[in-house]
Every structure is written in structure tokens, then in C-alpha cells.
């Protein structure tokens, strides 16, 4: 399973793909710090699985999600934030994120999914 962690926080994204080469799964895990560069990368291989942060410089997941237009259906797409709120959640599940996760609650429940992918 190819995935692509897209967060500007390099702290985040180094956490996140430690926390998912736990569970054993071959896999190859790729980063982007920004929606230009997770664009190429999806155009280039395609992943599996997207999980994006929301607020990023040079745009937003929102607009990462909105900018596949419906050319990945397979790709599943996440969407974890610290902006947990429910307009937030409407957003993301409106524009075609698959899922969406607080950062500070819903760890455990992301690695559920990747998990049962």
C-alpha cells in the first residue's frame, strides 16, 4: 500500500509514519509538506491512502481534495486536524475526504483504519 502523509509540521509526519511502520504492513510512505508538492506526488504514484492536515502553507486540504476532482475515487482521504470542529468535519466530508480525525483525539481511530485497509 502506497500512502501519502501531507502536514507542515515535520514533527507530525515523522511521528505519523513511525506510529504506522508498527503494525508490520509493507508499505511505502511518502511526504509532502504542502498541497504543490502532494499534487506531484499524487500525479507520479497514486496512493492508497491521503491523509492531509487541513491548514497548510500554499493551500489547504480542502483544496488538495477539491483539486483531485474525482481522478483518484479509489484513493481513500483523510483529513486529521487540530480544527475539530463540526463545520470543519461538514467541510471536509462535503468535499470528499473519506474521513476526518482530531490530531489530539483520534490517533487511535486512524490507525484502526490503516489497519483494516
Known amino acids: 500500500m502506497k500512502v501519502l502523509i501531507v502536514d507542515?509540521?515535520?514533527v507530525f509526519r515523522s511521528r505519523l509514519v513511525e506510529l504506522l511502520?508498527?503494525?508490520n504492513k509493507s508499505n511505502k510512505i511518502v511526504e509532502a509538506s504542502n498541497i504543490v508538492e502532494a499534487q506531484e506526488i499524487i500525479t507520479e504514484s497514486s496512493p492508497?491512502?491521503?491523509i492531509t492536515d487541513i491548514r497548510m502553507q500554499g493551500g489547504s486540504g480542502f483544496d488538495l481534495i477539491d483539486k483531485l476532482d474525482g481522478k483518484f475515487k479509489k484513493m481513500i482521504k483523510?483529513?486529521?486536524t487540530n480544527y475539530s470542529e463540526e463545520q470543519?468535519?461538514?467541510k471536509a466530508l462535503n468535499s470528499g475526504a473519506?474521513?476526518?480525525?482530531d490530531k489530539s483525539h483520534d490517533m487511535e481511530k486512524l490507525l484502526q483504519l490503516y489497519d483494516s485497509i
Do not use: E, G, P, Q
Open 98 to 101: 473519506d474521513y476526518f480525525f
Open 78 to 80: 483523510v483529513i486529521i
Open 8 to 10: 507542515d509540521s515535520k
Open 48 to 50: 492508497d491512502l491521503l
Open 21 to 23: 511502520l508498527t503494525n
Open 88 to 90: 470543519y468535519k461538514n
